[in-house]
T-cell receptor
Framework: TQLLEQSPQFLSIQEGENLTVYCNSS?????LQWYRQEPGEGPVLLVT?????EVKKLKRLTFQFGDARKDSSLHITAAQPGDTGLYLC?????????????FGKGTLLTVNP | GAGVSQTPSNKVTEKGKYVELRCDPI?????LYWYRQSLGQGPEFLIY????????DSGLPNDRFFAVRPEGSVSTLKIQRTERGDSAVYLC???????????FGPGTRLTVL
């Protein structure tokens, strides 16, 4: 099983601060997805990164895929309470098919007003 | 349009009982997935349907777990002789077709006493 390690496991910050969370693997993956999950809800896809070195921006969120495609990071600028949630990274199964997602344990982010 | 819906939202049962969890996918989505999320973990893949058939059931933990999708739409996850270790949130997702973005439902929280 190709594990995805996410860090930190928990993060509690004040509104307006910046933060970065990480997703690492010992194996190369063809693509990586980031999700946000709020309490009582299912995960919602934020972004898919495919190319090594790729950077994608979604408003205040910046996603980066490592050059070697073994790691990824999510940076949030000026965090807001609405950013609170569980941030999960996931990869598809080997062979490029993305139907069988393997998730990390997630980073539980709390943004305090 | 309506998203993925799951019923019941919460289910409490006693050890040894049988339970059924229902998933209504997004209309027109041919692919349907079940995942299980234990406390403090990311979702774990259980089974994938393409149409009426289970294309990959490699994530089902043992033969107490079974899922059906008889008409290619609604799916039911069935668990026999429930054990306390089965307690988790069971998530359903659907996608337009194989490999497309998966849209998750809110999950059913199963508690086995």
């Amino acid at each position: 099983t190709q594990l995805l390690e996410q860090s930190p496991q928990f993060l509690s910050i004040q509104e307006g601060e910046n933060l970065t969370v990480y997703c690492n693997s010992s194996s190369v993956f063809s693509s990586l997805q980031w999700y946000r999950q709020e309490p009582g809800e299912g995960p919602v896809l934020l972004v898919t990164v495919v190319t090594g070195g790729e950077v994608k921006k979604l408003k205040r969120l910046t996603f980066q895929f490592g050059d070697a495609r073994k790691d990824s990071s999510l940076h949030i600028t000026a965090a807001q309470p609405g950013d609170t949630g569980l941030y999960l990274c996931a990869r598809g199964n080997s062979g490029g098919s993305n139907y069988k997602l393997t998730f990390g344990k997630g980073t539980l982010l709390t943004v305090n007003p | 349009g309506a998203g993925v819906s799951q019923t019941p939202s919460n289910k409490v049962t006693e050890k040894g009982k049988y339970v059924e969890l229902r998933c209504d996918p997004i209309s027109g989505h041919t692919a349907l997935y079940w995942y299980r999320q234990s406390l403090g973990q990311g979702p774990e893949f259980l089974i994938y349907f393409q149409g009426t058939g289970a294309a990959d059931d490699s994530g089902l933990p043992n033969d107490r777990f079974f899922a059906v999708r008889p008409e290619g739409s609604v799916s039911t996850l069935k668990i026999q002789r429930t054990e306390r270790g089965d307690s988790a949130v069971y998530l359903c997702a659907s996608s337009q077709t194989f490999g497309d973005e998966q849209f998750f439902g809110p999950g059913t929280r199963l508690t086995v006493l």
